[in-house]
């Protein structure tokens, strides 16, 4: 494998030291888990996933909060800052409702993150509409689908960087998101083609229906 590997100018890429951003040691009331790891809705809007992530600089970390559409696997809200409070998650929300105005009874799907569990996040939820749900205590699969674009973002970007300020984080961050991840990168949970281009030809069949 080495041999080959180096005839082919690749390099292993290993995973950082795990860092923990959920906060689950807290009095907020939590939801039962609406989801159940089915992370395949038949239409976009049906159920949002969200979580946060850190992301390491010789600043100190940046947070990343995303919400992403199980639909098409687009993220389709974000927000960073250099802090875990409460409003980081509400305006990665904000800009998700802003953009797709989700119908009335959307499941928003999260872990018991106390961010997530907080009176300001709930009563946001409530006022447009959406069900919460939320993973069990501990168990980072059932919410696999966001855990799994981290991954994908770290592994194929920002591990592959140094990065000193913050600054120069939060923009490789978004250069990857808007001009690589959402219209560009290929899943093969979508047939091997991307987000957008799983919305666009849906937007398309209907229009043909």
Known sequence: MARLMKKGGLCALRPKRFRKTTD?????????NL?????????????????ITYIRTWEGWL????VIDLFSRRVIGWAMANH???????SALQMAVRHRRPPRGMIHHSDRGVQ????????????????????RKGDC??????????????????????LPTRAQARWTTLDYITNFY?????HSTLGNISPIEYERRLIKANRNA
Not at 63 to 66: I, M, N, Q, S
Not at 84 to 90: G, M, N, P, S, V
Not at 117 to 135: D, K, N, P, T, V
Request: positive net charge; proline residues 6%.
């Open 182 to 186: 959402n219209p560009r990168r290929r």
């Open 35 to 51: 989801v159940q790891r089915q992370f395949s809705p038949n239409s976009p809007n049906e159920i949002w996933a969200a979580d």
């Open 63 to 66: 947070y990343l909060a995303v």
């Open 116 to 135: 997530y569990a907080s009176r300001e996040y709930r009563e946001f939820l409530q006022r447009h509409g959406i069900q919460c749900s939320m993973s």
């Open 24 to 32: 689950s040691s807290h009095t907020q009331p939590v939801v039962p």
């Open 84 to 90: 875990l409070r409460t409003d980081l998650a509400i």
């Open 141 to 162: 699969w059932d919410n696999a689908v966001v855990e799994s674009f981290f991954a994908t973002l770290k592994n194929e970007s920002l591990y592959r960087l140094v």
